[in-house]
């Protein structure tokens, strides 16, 4: 594992993918507070430090989709893995080494956002408003749910010896976790009342509240929260817009998924036929 480890952070120091993700993410830490700083400013509203300091949880999926596809794509492409079996390296051992890899680069890429954004963010907006147990919990949560994204990209990319398809499967399928993430938050959000406009005989308009019919209560809508919960999308909004429900479940659910899916890797990759 150790030998396997180092070969592949070897690997990283030429790596114009993963340079180019640690910029992007440096970047970002370092624009999003000053753009916040700019408009308070400019609209006299107050933007406190919590304001987007959790959003690269809606960045990390996409970045570490494409990331992962490309660093295993490219094993698959140029036969490392195959090369690697020949000479004596067990499946699991080649598994379990890249998921280690992209899991330590998915922590990496949220530690690179959080430094930039909070030095130049404390100066500009001040500190934390928020309670200091929550901001620490999200974060954590944020950490995690970053490793959920690599099991599950290393995953798909271990399965399959085509590049294009490995990174066509993985930004999909991020996206897809984002796109079903936000179909949750929106029903969830949908008001118990809504108002219902009628002209009465004086030609005046009057409003009055009715019940919403979309709107989700007792089992349907525990069932709902728990997808949204579970779902490494649903997660990622949650977190970015730190209205998070059940806050200490989220990790364990990462966790579950972190599990099962390493587990699953491990199996299917021992047993897959190797071209």
């Not at 480890?5 to 114009?16: G, I, P, W």
């Not at 987007?52 to 094993?75: D, P, Y």
């Not at 990319?157 to 993430?181: E, P, R, W």
Request: glycine residues 8%.
């Amino acid at each position: 594992m150790n030998k396997l480890l180092s070969a592949n952070f070897f690997r990283l120091r030429k790596n114009k993918c993963f340079w180019g993700s640690l910029a992007f993410m440096f970047v970002i830490g370092i624009a999003s507070p000053l753009l916040r700083y700019r408009d308070m400013k400019q609209s006299g509203y107050i933007n406190n430090l919590d304001n987007g300091f959790f959003m690269c949880a809606l960045f990390i999926g996409i970045i570490l989709a494409v990331f992962c596809s490309l660093f295993i794509g490219t094993e698959h492409n140029d036969g490392t893995i195959r090369n690697k079996i020949i000479v004596g390296q067990k499946r699991e051992t080649i598994y379990l080494s890249n998921m280690v890899t992209c899991s330590i680069i998915a922590i990496t890429m949220c530690i690179v956002f959080f430094v930039p954004y909070l030095s130049v963010g404390i100066p500009l907006l001040g500190f934390f408003v928020a309670d200091m147990k929550m901001i620490v919990m999200i974060g954590v949560t944020v950490l995690v749910l970053s490793v959920t994204f690599a099991s599950l990209f290393t995953l798909v990319a271990m399965l399959s010896q085509n590049k294009a398809i490995i990174a066509v499967a993985c930004i999909l399928f991020s996206f897809g976790l984002l796109f079903a993430g936000a179909i949750c938050n929106r029903m969830l959000d949908a008001p118990k009342t809504i108002p219902a406009y009628s002209i009465g005989e004086n030609g005046e308009n009057t409003a009055q509240e009715m019940e919403n019919p979309k709107y989700l209560d007792g089992t349907k809508r525990e069932i709902v929260q728990f997808i949204y919960d579970v779902n490494p999308g649903g997660q990622a909004i949650q977190c970015s817009t730190m209205q998070v429900v059940n806050l200490t479940r989220l990790p364990i659910y990462s966790l579950v998924i972190v599990i099962l899916t390493t587990g699953a890797g491990v199996w299917i990759f021992k047993k897959k036929d190797l071209k």
